[in-house]
């Protein structure tokens, strides 16, 4: 983790298939590398070289992280408590949207991809063709409210998050946000009422995070369903090169189609890196600017509204899974202290 936030999943590793026979490998501790024998009071022996060109490894210790000054076993904990007490909130978050009929969507990308661009184009599609459904947007960046304007321009309510130095959202931001929404819209509820109620009428939150494709992978802010949005300009391999934001992600919005024509970008390696980290990634490839693939799009965002009968509430699988998570982070912490235990014993 970068000490303020987190980088990786809890205490897990990502699962990649091996080029030569499929089989899946840790990509926390990548072949052909060996344990560096630096001193433990640099915090760095945990390294791993490449045994034929030298290439440095500091995410193959138990915390998948480098911090200077901080045992691997320290960091793990720290991460931990953060995280558990931000997965706490979260599931209140994802209670409060589905006690409200809320769809929350989180969209993820690198800056520059066109998420921003890409909402502004679905409002005004979901105008057109889903008239009676609520949309609203919370919009994260470091300083400015300028996508929250761009946003309130189509009629939209939008709320601007700006982060300072942080480099995600969290979900106590977002928490503090959608009350933001309802008083803003002047929709008066008690936000400690029983969320056991049947759920009301559905409608639409995006949540577009802050540009960066590593830190908000491991955030949990309530959310429905996570969205990465990649763009045809950025190259094929983003999904192998930063592989926990697209092994969290349930659907890859593969942008700015248009410009194939213009690019070397080949569509099915992206795809075939991508489902290497998560084998049931949905994708979908669209343009935000011709409008090209935008009806697989609102068709997707429909279905996600749409309730199914005698369907269990998804917080209760998705909390399951964030405790499952903070399960493993704990067991990480328990075997890096055995290690560090049997290291020293003579």
Known sequence: MCVVCGCAEQGGATTIADDAGGRPHRHGHPHGYRRHPVDDDHGHAHVQVDVDHGDLHFGAGAARVSVPGMSQTRTVQIEADILGENARIASHNRRHFEAHGVVALNLL??????????????????????????????????????????????????????????????????????????????????????????????????????GNLVCPALWDLGEAARIVVLSVTEGEDKPLKYPDMFAAAD?????KVDLLPHLTFDVERCIEMARRVNPGLQVLQLSATTGEGMEDWIAWLTRQCAAEDGAAPASNVIDLQRRIAQLEAALAVARTELGAAQAHTP
């Open 109 to 210: 990308s690198s800056p520059g991809s066109g998420k921003t661009t890409l909402l502004c184009a679905t409002i005004d599609a979901l105008k057109a063709r889903a008239p009676g459904l609520p949309t609203a947007v919370i919009e994260g960046d470091q300083q400015t409210s300028f996508d929250a304007e761009r946003i309130r321009a189509t009629g939209a309510p939008a709320i601007q998050v700006n982060t300072g130095k942080g480099c995600h959202l969290d979900a106590p931001m977002v928490a503090q946000a959608f009350a933001q929404l309802h008083q803003h819209d002047h929709h008066d509820h008690d936000h400690d009422h029983d969320h056991d109620q049947a759920p009301t009428a559905a409608s639409l939150l995006f949540i577009e995070n802050v």
């Open 251 to 255: 659907l890859m919005l593969l942008n």
